[in-house]
């Protein structure tokens, strides 16, 4: 019994089972889904206590300085709680963009800051329709409810946004492929290379940044599992 | 999703399960495995940000948090989300311990001997054995040298070998395990 291979053999041999692997991965999926709710709905008590303190301050400083500047009026939103992310703690995960309340209540008018109006959104589309949907994403999926919070930083906003277009562009592509509109395939080419470049740009990680390279779109358009782009 | 809940659901996901194991054999009864694992995650999710990148140093960063929510675990310390609850199923469903159904003899007498070990000695065993870490992952785990912790490995699996030799094994009891306390 001294010999130390059996003797290993033997104590993995006595060890109490193991729970399923594959059920523990997908319960441990939503478990961990359901720890970041959890987690941010207390995040969300502790800001909200924190924000009491803030509206005190604030309060006291309004006595002092009566009338605060048109600018700092239009240029702060209440989605903006102020704190930031930290690249270099959290390289490939964080840029140092602004963490945003997602339910806030001027969150709408404080995404429709993000958009990229340099480029031009798809046909039949407006920036205006993808800032709502991507404002209303967070309340509309069971957040913002009672203790649910969250907080997310700017850049995966716009990320949102970009990820949205770039789709829809695609789809422009596609139409523009079954019409033989040589122009409207161009023009649908340039702006999904534009918004891929400019994902690729901002996001904090390497890799899918959920945009589609031209090709990859209509690589997956030809998928016949493809049920994407019907008019 | 941002970056940092693909991580931590990565983390759940790749490491999760053998965290669960972990835990499913440590404590009594098995199903409230899930309740301290909950707990790990909780703490992960906070402690995202410093998770090492390369698979098996992120496995044993999780295994210790695990093993110290295990020591100061307490139960009904707080809200049960419902994916533990479900947890807690999984593992009541799952085969039972081994321990004391008519198995192996010599597995019998092998686990005997580990509870006369001294706790130091057992975790270490156990963590290289049951769990399958590297000497190096054992080292994280416990907070120790890798060079101090490969040593202990091999004077525990010494005094366990003397153990079984002498039939001098201190008896273990069936479930002898707490939830309140690591095993070893």
Redo the contacts between chains.
């Keep these: 019994?001294?010999d130390?291979e059996e003797?290993?053999a033997?104590?993995?041999?006595?060890?109490?089972?193991?729970?399923?692997?594959a059920?523990?991965?997908?319960?441990?999926?939503?478990?961990?889904?359901?720890?970041?709710q959890?987690?941010r709905g207390l995040q969300g008590r502790i800001r909200g206590l924190r924000r009491r303190h803030k509206v005190a301050t604030a309060a006291t400083a309004a006595a002092i300085v009566l009338v605060p500047t048109g600018a700092f009026a239009a240029q702060h939103f209440l989605a903006q709680t102020g704190t930031y992310g930290d690249p270099v703690?959290?390289p490939?995960?964080?840029d140092g963009s602004e963490q945003i309340d997602l339910c806030a209540e001027d969150l709408t008018d404080y995404v429709a800051t993000l958009a990229p109006t340099d480029l031009p959104a798809p046909p039949g589309h407006s920036w205006k329709e993808y800032t709502d949907r991507v404002a209303r994403g967070y309340p509309n999926d069971g957040g913002c409810t009672g203790s649910n919070q969250g907080t997310?930083?700017e850049t995966?906003l716009r990320l949102e946004l970009l990820s949205a277009v770039s789709g829809d562009w695609g789809c422009s592509l596609v139409w523009a492929g079954e019409d033989h509109d040589s122009s409207a395939a161009m023009e649908a080419r340039r702006v999904m290379v534009g918004v891929d470049e400019e994902a690729r740009r901002i996001s904090?990680?390497e890799g899918s940044v959920g945009t589609f390279t031209p090709e990859s779109f209509l690589a997956q358009s030809r998928d016949p599992k493809f049920t994407g782009c019907e008019r | 999703m941002?970056?940092?809940?693909r991580?931590?659901?990565a983390?759940?996901?790749?490491c999760?399960?053998?965290v669960?194991?972990y835990l499913?054999?440590r404590t009594t009864p098995r199903e409230d495995a899930a309740d301290v694992?909950?707990e790990v995650?909780?703490t992960t999710?906070?402690k995202?940000?410093h998770a090492p990148a390369p698979d098996d140093e992120a496995l044993a960063w999780m295994l210790a948090i695990a093993r110290r929510t295990l020591a100061n675990h307490r139960r009904s310390a707080g809200?049960r989300?419902?994916?533990?609850d479900?947890?807690r199923h999984?593992?009541l469903a799952?085969?039972p311990?081994?321990?004391g159904i008519g198995g192996?003899d010599?597995?019998d007498e092998?686990?005997s001997a580990?509870g006369s070990l001294g706790e130091d000695d057992r975790e270490v065993?156990?963590l290289?054995?049951?769990e399958?870490l590297t000497g190096d992952q054992v080292a994280a785990v416990v907070g120790a040298g890798g060079a101090a912790t490969r040593k202990r490995i091999q004077r525990a699996?010494e005094r366990?070998?003397a153990a079984?030799?002498t039939g001098g094994a201190v008896p273990v009891p069936s479930g002898a395990t707490s939830a309140a306390a690591p095993r070893g």
């Excluded at chain 2, 989300?81 to 533990?84: D, G, I, K």
């Design positions: 019994m001294t130390h003797l290993g033997l104590l993995t041999a006595s060890a109490p089972p193991a729970p399923d692997h059920a523990a991965a997908a319960l441990s999926a939503t478990l961990a889904r359901q720890v970041v959890a987690d703690l959290n490939g995960l964080q997310v930083q995966s904090p990680s | 941002t970056p940092a809940e991580r931590f659901e983390l759940a996901t790749g999760g399960p053998r669960l194991a499913a054999r694992y909950q995650l909780t999710w906070r995202v940000h809200r989300l419902a994916a533990t479900r947890l999984e593992l799952s085969p311990a081994r321990e192996d010599r597995l092998v686990r580990l065993l156990l290289t054995y049951w399958g699996r366990l070998a079984l030799e």
